[in-house]
Structures are given as structure tokens and as C-alpha cells.
């Protein structure tokens, strides 16, 4: 079972960037999508940015034009490059993989997360 670390997280201005970066056990390119998931406290977790084996991105409308993920597979390395950061994003944030099809199959595989706070 593929395993991931996350890191990178920490305390960040607003206006401020910030990158965070998973990295996994294994060979990432057999992963179909790789994503970072986050979760504030008290609201739902959401999709925030996922990348495909074949580099196509998909971002979540709040964070679109602000955020970038990456993929390094010879380093077996996903980065979310945050940018403009706003309170807003302050979370936990998680990286998780797929082998379905989509950016929406189900996600089993999940690191253990790092934590991001926007504040001044």
C-alpha cells in the first residue's frame, strides 16, 4: 500500500505563499490522480486540486488562479504551490491518490496531512 508525507505546512500571512509537498512510497505515475484534499474545523472537506498521470489539473473554484499542483515523478513528489493566500485557507491539508478514472473517484490512499494557518 502506497503511503504519503506530507509537508510544508505552517503559519502564513495573508497575501502570503506557501508550498506544500507529499511525498510517496512508491512510483507516483502509477497512481492515475494524485490530489490535496482540505478540511477546516467544523466544515466539510473538499477537493482542492488533483493532477492526473498525464498532467491535466483540476482545481476547486476558491482556490483556481491561486493554487497550482505539480507532479515530480522522479522524485515521487506531488507539490500545491499556494499563492495569495487568504484566512480563508487555513486547514488541514491532505494528499491523497486514486486509481479510478477521474479527479472524483474514490481517493484510497491518504497521508496524514500538514497544517496551514493564514492570519496576520
Known amino acids: 500500500q502506497v503511503q504519503f508525507v506530507e509537508s510544508g505546512g505552517g503559519l502564513v500571512q495573508p497575501g502570503g505563499s506557501l508550498r506544500v509537498s507529499c511525498a510517496a512510497s512508491g512510483r507516483i505515475f502509477s497512481l492515475n490522480v494524485m490530489g490535496w484534499y482540505r478540511q477546516a474545523l467544523g466544515k466539510e472537506r473538499e477537493l482542492v486540486a488533483a493532477?492526473?498521470?498525464?498532467?491535466?489539473?483540476y482545481y476547486a473554484d476558491s482556490v483556481k488562479g491561486r493554487f497550482t499542483i505539480s507532479r515530480d515523478n522522479a522524485k515521487n513528489t506531488v507539490y500545491l504551490q499556494m499563492n495569495s493566500l487568504k484566512p480563508e485557507d487555513t486547514a488541514m491539508y491532505h494528499c491523497?491518490?486514486?486509481?479510478?478514472?477521474?479527479?472524483?473517484?474514490?481517493?484510497?490512499?491518504w497521508g496524514q496531512g500538514t497544517q496551514v494557518t493564514v492570519s496576520s
Open positions: 491523497a491518490a486514486n486509481r479510478g478514472g477521474n479527479y472524483f473517484s474514490k481517493y484510497d490512499y
Open positions: 493532477i492526473s498521470s498525464g498532467g491535466s489539473t
